[in-house]
C-alpha cells in the first residue's frame, strides 16, 4: 500500500518562504512520477508542480514558476516543494501526489491527505 505523508505546511507572511515534504512510503519510490496541487474551498484541484521518474524533469503551473521548485531526495523517498516569494493567492491545501506518468491534471494514483498553506498580507 502506496502512502504520501505532506509536512511543512504552515502559516507565513506574504514574500517569505516554505517548504513542504512528502514522504513516500510502500513503493519503487524512483518509479513514480511525483505532483503537487493544491486547492481552496469550492474550487478545483490546481496543478502546481512535477517531476518525472527517468529524468527528474520538471514541470510547473505559470503561476508559480521561478517562484517555486520541485526536488526529490531519492535516497530518502522524499519529494520537496520549495516555495519563495509567496503570495496570499498561495494560500490553499497543499497535496502531494504519486504516478506512473507525468501530467498536469489529478490523475495520479495515489495522494497524500495535504497540508495547509496560508500567507497572510
Known amino acids: 500500500q502506496v502512502q504520501l505523508v505532506e509536512s511543512g505546511g504552515g502559516l507565513v507572511q506574504a514574500g517569505g518562504s516554505l517548504r513542504l515534504s512528502c514522504a513516500a512510503s510502500?513503493?519503487?519510490?524512483?518509479?513514480?512520477?511525483m505532483g503537487w496541487f493544491r486547492q481552496t474551498p469550492g474550487k478545483e484541484r490546481e496543478f502546481v508542480a512535477a517531476?518525472?521518474?527517468?529524468?527528474?524533469?520538471?514541470y510547473y503551473a505559470d503561476s508559480v514558476k521561478g517562484r517555486f521548485t520541485i526536488s526529490r531526495g531519492n535516497a530518502k523517498n522524499t519529494v520537496y516543494l520549495q516555495m519563495n516569494s509567496l503570495k496570499p493567492e498561495d494560500t490553499a491545501v497543499y497535496s502531494c501526489?504519486?504516478?506512473?506518468?507525468?501530467?498536469?491534471?489529478?490523475?495520479?494514483?495515489?495522494w497524500g491527505q495535504g497540508t495547509q498553506v496560508t500567507v497572510s498580507t
Open positions: 501526489a504519486a504516478g506512473t506518468r507525468v501530467v498536469t491534471t489529478p490523475e495520479y494514483d495515489y
Open positions: 510502500g513503493c519503487t519510490f524512483m518509479r513514480f512520477a
Open positions: 517531476i518525472s521518474w527517468s529524468d527528474s524533469s520538471t
